[in-house]
């Protein structure tokens, strides 16, 4: 899709109207944005935090990555004012009674630890609840740093910053979107609020992109795990939880923690595709249904191909599957792919696919070079 064909962000902008009473919900303003089909790599599962900010006076930093949409109760207040349900800082002022205003190029900043290090597509700066007490514009910057550096580190002169948003007007009590067009790897943001004000929540939607010196170390592993550069490139029914999730790191805790389909009334069945780390060798397959009981998936198949036009092999043929158990196999030999699909009949849901090998020599050559080319 050329620039000029790319449907335009919503933007918006001013202080939405005071909280009036019923369901806080009903005059927030949001838009469908495309890039949120790519997973969330500020996501508290994948282990993102909020490691640092430079003022968190009336609600904590930590409230920016919380998984839950922001909540609203107009009659919480606490001994330093109105409780809110996200990051706000106090508001700032000038330096003499002459000059009372903030300057132009005062802000706030928060630094954010990405889950996994990947490219961004797009960032939602949620300012919901936040109606005249949000920031007038935000700005948002990325940085690719070894290890695990320290906020002083990440804050230190030699650090190199690239702008990702650049400072724009947002609005209050809405899901500002921002699409991102920097093909480069990073590790952390700066999330900046001008003058000050109150971010409800941020989401921060990429690709990732695995080092692969550290998935040569491991030799086996998860290649459709998210945190090893997996992701889902589409799936049958999206009705009750996002596909996503079945490549998430861990158990599932929960039913809505896995992928559930709505019930089906014809006689198909539903599926996930997904995207391979690289071309791989897989071995072996683990399908858990953990918390689903009475809506797990009744069977379950699993194919693989390689390329975007290969043909589909099945190496797991279809499976009776138990409610709220792990299922392993062992495959009888090595499959070789770069794309997997599981099938599950006729619907109902799985909660995590785990598909255990290594790269091949081609795939590791081609995710080195495209670690390379992103300066990772």
Known sequence: MTAQHRPQTARFTGDADPYGGGDPYADYR???????RHADLADRRLG???IAADDEFFAQRENLLVPERAEFDPGHFGHKGKVMDGWETRRRRGTSAGHPWPAEQDHDWALVRLGAPGVVRGIVIDTAHF???HPQAVSVEGTCAPGSPSPEELLGDDM???TLVPRTPVGGHAANGFEVNVEQRFTHLRVNQHPDGGIARLRVY???APDPAWLDALGTFDVVALENGGG???????FYSPASNTILPGRSHRMDDGWETRRRR???NDWIRY???AQSSIRAVEIDTACLKGNAAGWASVSVRGGEDGQWREILPRTRLQPDTNHRFVLPSAAVGTHARVDIFPDGGISRLRLFGSLTEEGAARLAARHQELGG
Do not use: I
């Not at 490139?233 to 999206?238: G, K, V």
């Open 160 to 162: 190199k910053w690239t």
């Open 30 to 36: 949001t838009a469908d944005h495309p890039f949120t």
């Open 131 to 133: 109606r005249g007490n």
């Open 232 to 238: 889902v490139e589409d799936a049958s029914d999206l």
């Open 48 to 50: 993102a935090g909020v």
């Open 266 to 268: 014809d006689r198909g």
């Open 275 to 277: 995207r391979l780390a």
């Open 206 to 208: 990429g690709e990732v």
